[in-house]
């Protein structure tokens, strides 16, 4: 999946998805949320090993 797939799907731009890959930007709760729909996974899996 690239980063465009990602943006498309959670309406997030490549450059703020690239910043929070990067450790560059603290990431707000619905942005994460966002992420988990475009991934197609749960919160959870963000938070478990």
Do not use: C, W
Not at 18 to 32: A, D, H, P, V, Y
């Amino acid at each position: 999946m690239t980063q465009l797939d990602v943006e498309i799907g959670s309406g997030i731009n490549r450059t703020e998805i690239s910043r929070i890959e990067n450790g560059q930007k603290n990431i707000e709760f619905i942005t994460l949320v966002k992420l988990a729909i475009a991934l197609d996974v749960e919160l959870q899996d963000f938070f478990t090993e």
